[in-house]
């Protein structure tokens, strides 16, 4: 008994220092490396396949001067208007979407574009309480070793903008027929818009819904731009 304790100890042991070391390991990797594949994309393609339908995934790197600085702007504007600010979580947000919630008022996230990040580059979809610990413990990494630019950079390039869409590159071509670079103000804040449910609304073909919130993402945007201003972002 004594044994397969000591045994059982030391398998959680060598579970937990690698575990840690490899979260680290990558963090730091992906702090460089461009992340040309995320959990999701995998299993959105295994999904595709179960269904038997024709395998999806349009996606390409691009850095982040080579994305329009106004769709920096919409996202924060949509997704995190205090990205600057917090360290990876915005509890201000956090309370109002509990105050929210409890009223039985339409359900609201409060994830920031760090925890939005760990998520996509580490983690999977499907929300639990023990991802939610895992994620986390990831956007506490992430903010802890990289900048603010880089989280910006990844997120933007892994973001799920689209059913089998990646990224902003492959949003501006399929989607708009340009490029990231030369995304138009009103194009950004409608792939913004669709962020919280890119599978639902369509930046190409944008609803009523969709065309109200990129007025109100458009009319936010100044107040962004002057925050990136303020903090020299990605100068």
């Not at 360290?87 to 039985?104: L, M, P």
């Not at 991802?131 to 799920?160: C, D, H, P, Q």
Request: hydrophobic share 40%; glycine share 6%.
């Amino acid at each position: 008994m004594k044994n397969a304790l000591r045994i059982f100890k030391k398998i959680v042991l060598w579970g937990l220092i690698a575990f840690f070391g490899s979260s680290i390991f990558f963090t730091l990797l992906y702090k460089w490396v461009p992340v040309y594949v995320s959990p999701l994309m995998v299993i959105r393609c295994v999904q595709q396949s179960g269904r038997n339908e024709p395998t999806r995934l349009h996606h390409q790197w691009v850095p982040l001067d080579s994305i329009s600085p106004h769709l920096v702007e919409a996202v924060m504007a949509s997704e995190d208007q205090r990205f600057l600010e917090h360290s990876g979580f915005d509890f201000d947000a956090i309370k109002q979407a509990a105050r929210e919630n409890s009223k039985g008022k339409r359900r609201r996230g409060a994830s920031t574009i760090s925890q939005q990040t760990a998520k996509n580059v580490f983690l999977w979809p499907t929300s639990s309480w023990v991802r939610k610990g895992f994620e986390a413990y990831f956007t506490l990494l992430i903010e802890l070793l990289w900048s603010k630019e880089r989280i910006m950079e990844v997120y933007l390039n892994t973001i799920e903008m689209g059913d089998g869409i990646y990224g902003a590159q492959a949003v501006a071509e399929l989607h708009f027929g340009t490029t990231a670079q030369k995304l138009t103000k009103g194009q950004c804040a409608l792939i913004a818009a669709s962020l919280p449910n890119p599978l639902k609304f369509d930046s190409s073909n944008p609803s009523p819904y969709l065309r109200k919130r990129k007025r109100q993402i458009i009319r936010q945007m100044p107040y962004i731009r002057s925050l990136l201003e303020k903090d020299e972002f990605n100068e």
